[in-house]
Nanobody, 123 residues
Framework: VQLQASGGGLVQAGGSLRLTCAGS????????VGWFRQAPGKGREFVAAISYSGRSTKYTDSVKGRFTISRDNAKNTVYLQMNSLKAEDTAVYYC?????????????????WGQGTQVTVSS
C-alpha cells in the first residue's frame, strides 16, 4: 500500500483546508487510516483516524468540532476537512494506514506512511 497526501497550503486563521490521502492497492479499503502532524521542534502528534468501513472515527481533543475525517473506499481516498484553523494547527501533516490504527499506541510503528503536506496558518 502506498499513500499520497496532498491539499496543504497557506491559510489565514479561521480559514479551511481539505487534506486528501490517496491510497494505492486493494488492501487500502481494509485498513484504518489516520492523520498525524508534526510542528517544528515538536514530536509527531495523532490528529484523527477512521476505521476501514468509515463507521468509526476518533480525534485528538484539540481538533474536535473543527476537523472531520471521512473516506471514500471506492476512490481509495481519505479526507481531512479542517475548519476554523488556528496558528497552532501549523505543521506537516502525514497520513498513515494500519489495521490497528483505531487503537493507536505510539509505542508501535504503523505499517504504511505517506509523505507529508505542509499546512501553515497565519494569525
Amino acid at each position: 500500500v502506498q499513500l499520497q497526501a496532498s491539499g496543504g497550503g497557506l491559510v489565514q486563521a479561521g480559514g479551511s483546508l481539505r487534506l486528501t490521502c490517496a491510497g494505492s492497492g486493494r488492501a487500502f479499503s481494509s485498513l484504518a487510516v489516520g492523520w498525524f502532524r508534526q510542528a517544528p521542534g515538536k514530536g509527531r502528534e495523532f490528529v484523527a483516524a477512521i476505521s476501514y468501513s468509515g463507521r468509526s472515527t476518533k480525534y485528538t481533543d484539540s481538533v474536535k468540532g473543527r476537523f472531520t475525517i471521512s473516506r471514500d473506499n471506492a476512490k481509495n481516498t481519505v479526507y481531512l476537512q479542517m475548519n476554523s484553523l488556528k496558528a497552532e494547527d501549523t505543521a506537516v501533516y502525514y497520513c498513515a494506514a494500519d489495521p490497528g490504527l483505531m487503537e493507536y499506541d505510539p509505542k508501535y510503528e504503523l505499517d504504511y506512511w505517506g509523505q507529508g503536506t505542509q499546512v501553515t496558518v497565519s494569525s
